[in-house]
C-alpha cells in the first residue's frame, strides 16, 4: 500500500487539486442560477473523469485498455440512444462497437504508427460503403453524418487517450486533464460560443481567451514534470484550449439538433455528451503535438 501511495505523481495531485478548485468554484457561483446551476454537475463529472484518468496512468495497459474500451462502447451507445437512425444501419452500429479494440490494440503493442496508418482509414472510409449498401432509401447522408460523428468522437478521438497509456511522457494523462480543466472552466463561467447568439458573444470570446492563457500557462508549469520543456507544455496548453473550444461548438450544435435543451444536459444522456465531447475533441490535438512537434 505504502508504494502505490509513493507511485503517484506530483502531475497526479495536481490534477486532483484542479479538480478541487473547479468544484470549490462551481459551489461559489451556482446560487446564481441560469448556467451556472450546470456547474455543479459538470465539476461532479470531472471527479469521475479524473479518476479515470488516474486509473489509466496506474493502472496495467491491459487493464487500462480495457476499461478505456467499456467507455467507449458506453459512450458510443448513449450517443446511438439520442441520434435518430434507421434500421437498416444497424450493422453499421455493429461494426463501430467491433472497431474499439481494434482502434485500441495499437496503444497495447505501442504503436502511434500503426494506429495512423490503418485506424482512420480503415474507419473513415468504411463507414460509408456499410451505410450505401442494400437497397437505396432516403436519410443516406443524414445516417452516413450522424453515424460518423459517434464513431470519430468515441472510436477515433477516444483511442488517442489508449496511445497515451504507458507513454513515454509519465503523467501526460494527468497533465491533458489539468489542460482541458482549465480550458472549459473560463468558458462554461463564462458562456459558452453559440452560433446566432450574437448579444453573448462577447463574454463568450473572453472565456475563450482567458481559457487559453490559463491552459497555457499551466502546461508552461506543470509540463516539466511529466518531461516535457516548458514551451511546449504552453504550446499543448493552448493548442487544447483551441480543441476543447471546437469541440464545445460541437456539442451544441449537437445537442440542438438532438432536441436535447441546456436544462436537460444538467443529468441524463445529453449531460454525457455536453461534457464528454470537449474532453475527446482536444485528445488527438494534445498526442500529435506531443508525438511529433515536441
Known amino acids: 500500500m505504502t508504494e502505490w501511495i509513493d507511485s503517484i505523481r506530483q502531475i497526479d495531485l495536481a490534477m486532483a487539486a484542479s479538480v478541487i478548485v473547479v468544484a470549490a468554484v462551481s459551489l461559489l457561483v451556482s446560487p446564481r442560477g441560469g448556467r451556472y446551476r450546470g456547474l455543479l454537475g459538470w465539476s461532479g463529472s470531472w471527479v469521475l473523469f479524473g479518476t479515470i484518468l488516474f486509473l489509466l496512468s496506474h493502472a496495467w495497459a491491459t487493464a487500462s485498455l480495457s476499461v478505456l474500451g467499456l467507455l467507449m462502447f458506453g459512450g458510443l451507445r448513449t450517443y446511438f440512444s439520442l441520434a435518430p437512425l434507421r434500421p437498416r444501419d444497424r450493422y453499421a452500429i455493429v461494426v463501430a462497437y467491433l472497431a474499439i479494440p481494434f482502434a485500441l490494440y ?123 520543456v516548458e514551451e511546449d507544455g504552453a504550446r499543448a496548453g493552448l493548442l487544447v484550449a483551441i480543441a476543447v473550444t471546437m469541440g464545445a461548438m460541437v456539442a451544441e450544435a449537437a445537442l440542438r439538433d438532438l432536441g436535447v435543451g441546456a436544462p436537460a444536459t444538467r443529468i441524463g444522456r445529453g449531460a454525457l455528451l455536453d461534457r464528454a465531447i470537449p474532453v475527446l475533441y482536444a485528445a488527438p490535438v494534445f498526442f500529435h503535438y506531443l508525438n511529433y512537434f515536441a
Not at 163 to 169: C, I, T
Not at 192 to 219: E, H
Open 106 to 228: 495499437p496503444g497495447l503493442t505501442g504503436k502511434p504508427a500503426a494506429f495512423l496508418a490503418t485506424v482512420p482509414v480503415v474507419v473513415f472510409m468504411l463507414f460509408p460503403v456499410l451505410l450505401s449498401m442494400g437497397e437505396s432509401r432516403e436519410g443516406l447522408l443524414d445516417s452516413m453524418g450522424r453515424i460518423l460523428l459517434g464513431v470519430l468522437l468515441f472510436v477515433f478521438c477516444a483511442a488517442h487517450l489508449g496511445l497515451l497509456v504507458g507513454w513515454r511522457y509519465e503523467g501526460c494523462l494527468a497533465l491533458f486533464g489539468i489542460l482541458v480543466l482549465a480550458a472549459e472552466l473560463p468558458q462554461r463561467l463564462m458562456g459558452r460560443w453559440r452560433p446566432g447568439n450574437n448579444n453573448g458573444r462577447a463574454k463568450a470570446a473572453i472565456g475563450v481567451a482567458m481559457g487559453a492563457v490559463l491552459a497555457a500557462g499551466l502546461g508552461f508549469r506543470f509540463g516539466p514534470w511529466c518531461g516535457i
